[in-house]
């Protein structure tokens, strides 16, 4: 009969869905962090950092540490906790919640408990998104902007957006398609943005003289 797995391991599985939807607006600086405390092998870092698109390397990420065990899972949960993930993923304040109790012996128990269930974890997200008024521009909506923005989507990262021109020559390095590009520019300017970074406010910068994009490629940003 195999073992039941560990406690850090079904909890970190439990919200995999969640991490991979508010990760990936800056997977990179998740995957930075994760090797900086060690939590994975040398090929799984290269495996994960070649990975062009967020949500998938974040997908990746969490599977290879769930891989390499109760430990390494561990190590993850508590850098959720670290103040500069909370202060970059605000949405991720839900994890200081999540409590794994352990025994010294290391053994699986089904009596311990693993986090809060299920219910309770959707309260804590549902009530972190009311308290901030509107909910913040999904990964689709940035998308199908990305999709609508052309060749001066430069100018508008710097004059629209507020980047500065190092981190767009960075993202032009780091993606090859124009889309990619795009969309990653949009994605750290939700991570900046924080709770500000709402559909509204972005299609209120993107509707500005100076981006001269047609309002049908932005109105999507408005709708429900």
């Given at each position: 009969?195999?073992?039941?797995?560990?406690?850090?391991?079904?909890?970190?599985?439990?919200?995999?869905?969640?991490?991979?939807?508010?990760?990936?607006?800056?997977?990179?600086?998740?995957?930075?962090?994760?090797?900086?405390?060690?939590?994975?092998?040398?090929?799984?870092?290269?495996?994960?950092?070649?990975?062009?698109?967020?949500?998938?390397?974040?997908?990746?990420?969490?599977?290879?540490?769930?891989?390499?065990?109760?430990?390494?899972?561990?190590?993850?949960?508590?850098?959720?906790?670290?103040?500069?993930?909370?202060?970059?993923?605000?949405?991720?304040?839900?994890?200081?919640?999540?409590?794994?109790?352990?025994?010294?012996?290391?053994?699986?128990?089904?009596?311990?408990?693993?986090?809060?269930?299920?219910?309770?974890?959707?309260?804590?997200?549902?009530?972190?998104?009311?308290?901030?008024?509107?909910?913040?521009?999904?990964?689709?909506?940035?998308?199908?902007?990305?999709?609508?923005?052309?060749?001066?989507w430069r100018e508008i990262g710097r004059l629209a957006l507020d980047i500065p021109s190092v981190k767009l020559e960075q993202i032009e390095e780091d993606h090859m398609l124009h889309v990619e590009r795009v969309f990653a520019m949009l994605g750290l300017w939700r991570t900046s943005q924080r709770e500000k970074a709402?559909?509204?406010?972005?299609?209120?910068?993107?509707?500005?003289?100076?981006?001269?994009?047609?309002?049908?490629?932005?109105?999507?940003?408005?709708?429900?």
């Amino acid at each position: 009969m195999a073992e039941e797995p560990a406690a850090e391991i079904q909890l970190l599985r439990s919200l995999k869905v969640k991490l991979i939807e508010i990760l990936s607006a800056d997977a990179d600086f998740v995957l930075q962090h994760a090797d900086s405390r060690c939590l994975m092998s040398v090929p799984g870092y290269q495996k994960v950092k070649s990975c062009r698109v967020p949500s998938e390397k974040m997908t990746d990420l969490l599977d290879h540490i769930i891989q390499r065990g109760p430990e390494a899972a561990r190590g993850l949960l508590e850098l959720l906790k670290d103040q500069a993930l909370q202060e970059t993923f605000p949405m991720l304040r839900f994890i200081k919640d999540v409590q794994v109790n352990t025994l010294s012996s290391g053994k699986s128990n089904p009596s311990r408990k693993i986090g809060p269930s299920p219910d309770l974890q959707e309260s804590i997200l549902s009530k972190q998104i009311c308290t901030k008024g509107p909910s913040l521009v999904k990964e689709k909506q940035l998308m199908v902007v990305a999709r609508a923005i052309g060749r001066s989507w430069r100018e508008i990262g710097r004059l629209a957006l507020d980047i500065p021109s190092v981190k767009l020559e960075q993202i032009e390095e780091d993606h090859m398609l124009h889309v990619e590009r795009v969309f990653a520019m949009l994605g750290l300017w939700r991570t900046s943005q924080r709770e500000k970074a709402t559909a509204a406010h972005l299609h209120s910068l993107l509707s500005q003289k100076d981006c001269a994009l047609p309002p049908e490629s932005i109105d999507s940003l408005l709708e429900d």
